[in-house]
């Protein structure tokens, strides 16, 4: 379902290429978002320009049904993340269960977890790489929650002059 794509490229000077023109959206939620996704896609439009990264407390022992239930809501592309995943605009990617995710080079990197289960913050984690890569262009959202993840990236985005909800 989800396409493999190839890196980005250097620029002439050997760095990274610069942050995208376009809006990334990171939006954590626990286990029970399902409704607030299909409020938020079901009136969000296709052709947004804005990339979505969704980040949600997902059973590890079980197959992630996200994508297919995420894909009634709205008509933009719905990829399930693979590790070096370039972002595109009008896109929705789906962290997999049981992995941290991070944005870097406009890439989507996975890695297995750095905590066990009900101590991970894997929205913190997201949010953190999204407001270090994006800046003040980072923008963050909660739709939902238990505890306090994504509490302290959301303060990262803030902290570098970006947009919470």
Known sequence: MAKKQSPPSKTKTG???PSPAFPIVGIG???GGLEAFEQFFTHMPANSGIAFVLVQHLDPNRKSMLVEL???????????VEDHMRIEPNGVYIIPPNRDMKLENQMLYLFEPTAPRGSRLAIDF?????????KERAIGIVLSGTGSDGTLGIQTIKGEGGMVM
């Not at 709205?74 to 990829?79: C, L, P």
């Not at 997201?126 to 994006?134: D, G, I, K, V, Y």
Request: no cysteine; charged share 15%.
């Open 126 to 134: 997201f949010f953190r790489s999204l407001a270090a890569e994006q």
């Open 29 to 31: 939620a626990s286990a």
């Open 70 to 80: 995420i894909q009634r809501y709205t008509r933009m592309t719905v990829y399930q």
């Open 15 to 17: 760095t990274a290429p």
